[in-house]
């Protein structure tokens, strides 16, 4: 099991920029695929992005189309969600999570150790 803490959530306005962080501990980071998801009040908890353990593959969800940039430092145990030209839309919390695998998915089942979410509000 490996445990997970974000950070770096806040109130920005739409257009700005935010740099999520995840730190993990517990077992090896760098044997872990990681992703984000978020979870908007009165929705599922969906996918964002995803980065298998040596950083060869990332998966991003439609709706980022290019704004965001998922990134990890293994000689930290951190993962990273850099967010750019944030939308209100993109409010939500949230979330990283870990998978014990070096392989990537998007999907949430897959995952095994979750953080307890960063809050992003975006206004208009």
């Known amino acids: 099991q490996v445990h997970l803490v974000e950070s770096g959530g806040g109130l920005v306005q739409a257009g700005g920029s935010l740099r999520l962080s995840c730190a993990a501990s517990?077992?090896?980071?760098?044997?872990?695929?990681m992703a984000w998801f978020r979870q908007a009040p009165g929705k599922e908890r969906d996918f964002v992005a995803a980065?298998?353990?040596?950083?060869?593959?990332?998966y991003y969800a439609d709706f980022v189309e290019g704004r965001f940039t998922i990134s990890r430092d293994n000689a930290k145990n951190t993962l990273y969600l850099q967010m750019n030209s944030l939308k209100p839309e993109d409010t939500a919390v949230y979330y990283c999570?870990?998978?014990?695998?070096?392989?990537?998915?998007?999907?949430?089942?897959?995952?095994?150790?979750w953080g307890q979410g960063t809050q992003v509000t975006v206004s208009s």
């Open positions: 517990g077992r090896t980071f760098s044997g872990y695929a």
């Open positions: 999570a870990a998978r014990n695998s070096w392989r990537v998915t998007t999907a949430k089942r897959d995952y095994n150790d």
């Open positions: 980065i298998s353990s040596d950083e060869n593959t990332v």
